[in-house]
């Protein structure tokens, strides 16, 4: 019998944030250096749409993760890494709420409001407050390192796992992987 593997819909879910996380990171690098101009705002919107688009992904894979738990792990999975995979996996988990969730904290406190990519008026988190504002703009900057050194973490395990072990952990999530 083949292994299982992740669902289709989680998948997908893991791939979409992924390419967003991975653009966001960079662009997010990025666009602080910028001076003042047209791009940069931008850019910043641009940032903050996608950012949010990462919030809701991770709602819907919340939910579905609720209903469909992760397959159960190879037996060649050792005891320890059996204990330590949901740490990393809920870590990222919790970075992919806590990362777009500062963001809007942040935009809220520094009185810009967010239209979602131009359409949909978001309500603001909080009333404009400079302090606040500059406390969230560092709580967003260190949690963006913190996902930085887990997500290069994550994908060293998975290289490990598939490069080193050859036991299919990246099979149970890659798209063409029968579940
Ligand atoms: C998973 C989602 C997100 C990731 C991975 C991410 C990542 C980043 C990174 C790496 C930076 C640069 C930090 C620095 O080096 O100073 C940044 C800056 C920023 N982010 Fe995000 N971000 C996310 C979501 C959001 C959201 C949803 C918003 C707002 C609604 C937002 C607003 C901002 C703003 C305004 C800055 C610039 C702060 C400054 O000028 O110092 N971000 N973000
Ligand atoms: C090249 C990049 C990546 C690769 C190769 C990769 C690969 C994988 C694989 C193979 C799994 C399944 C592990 C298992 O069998 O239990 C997994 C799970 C997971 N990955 Fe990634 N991943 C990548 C990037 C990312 C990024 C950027 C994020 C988010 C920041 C992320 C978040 C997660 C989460 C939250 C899980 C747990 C899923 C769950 O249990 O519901 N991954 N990843």
Redesign the pocket.
């Given at each position: 019998m083949a292994a299982p593997t992740?669902h289709a819909t989680?998948k997908a879910l893991?791939w979409l944030?992924?390419l967003a996380?991975?653009g966001l990171l960079g662009v997010g690098l990025w666009m602080t250096g910028l001076p003042i101009s047209l791009l940069k705002l931008q850019v910043y919107a641009w940032h903050k749409w996608i950012g949010l688009v990462v919030l809701v992904l991770t709602a819907a894979?919340l939910l579905w993760?609720w209903r469909h738990p992760?397959p159960p792990?190879p037996d060649a999975v050792t005891r320890w890494e059996r204990a330590l995979?949901p740490v990393g996996?809920w870590a990222?988990?919790i970075?992919?709420v806590a990362m777009p969730a500062s963001g809007w904290l942040m935009s809220s406190a520094a009185g810009v409001s967010v239209s979602w990519f131009g359409v949909l008026p978001l309500p603001d988190l909080v009333p404009r407050n400079p302090d606040l504002f500059e406390a969230l703009r560092t709580v967003h900057f260190v949690l963006s390192r913190c996902?930085i050194v887990v997500?290069a973490l994550?994908?060293a395990a998975?290289l490990h796992h598939d490069v080193l072990r050859r036991d299919g952990?990246?099979r149970?999530?890659?798209p063409s992987g029968r579940n």
């Open positions: 992740y989680a893991h944030t992924a996380v991975f894979r993760r992760p792990l995979a996996h990222l988990l970075l992919l996902l997500v994550h994908v998975v952990i990246f149970r999530m890659w």
